[in-house]
Nanobody, 117 residues
Framework: DVQLQASGGGLVQAGESLRLSCAAS????????IIWFRQAPGKEREGVSC????????DYADSVKGRFTISADNAKNTVYLQMDSLRTEDTGVYFC??????????WGQGTLVTVSS
């Protein structure tokens, strides 16, 4: 059973930092990609960042480039999203997902990030 559990959200003020974790299980953690998504209230889910489990290559949405850092610890089957210089527009529920599960329409519960001014 494939599971991806996002955690680490919370309430912070603009300019502060959070680190999110994505604990994965039930699949081989050495191929494909893990993607962080977020969904703000009343908005569609959007991609934030992606890391390749095969070679560690990363990608970021323009809105978070230079502020967020994604990384994968293959030994721990965990992906992290370090979020610095948070802005109010970063507020939303953050989800992690594999590329395959995304295509299947599978989603976990996500973790709520609230950035206040």
């Amino acid at each position: 059973d494939v599971q991806l559990q996002a955690s680490g959200g919370g309430l912070v003020q603009a300019g502060e930092s959070l680190r999110l974790s994505c604990a994965a299980s039930g699949f081989t953690f050495d191929d494909g990609a893990i993607i962080w998504f977020r969904q703000a209230p009343g908005k569609e889910r959007e991609g934030v960042s992606c890391v390749s489990l095969r070679d560690g290559d990363t990608d970021y949405a323009d809105s978070v480039k230079g502020r967020f850092t994604i990384s994968a610890d293959n030994a721990k089957n965990t992906v992290y999203l370090q979020m610095d210089s948070l802005r109010t527009e970063d507020t939303g529920v953050y989800f992690c997902n594999s590329d395959l599960q995304t295509n299947y329409g599978y989603w976990g519960q996500g973790t709520l990030v609230t950035v206040s001014s």
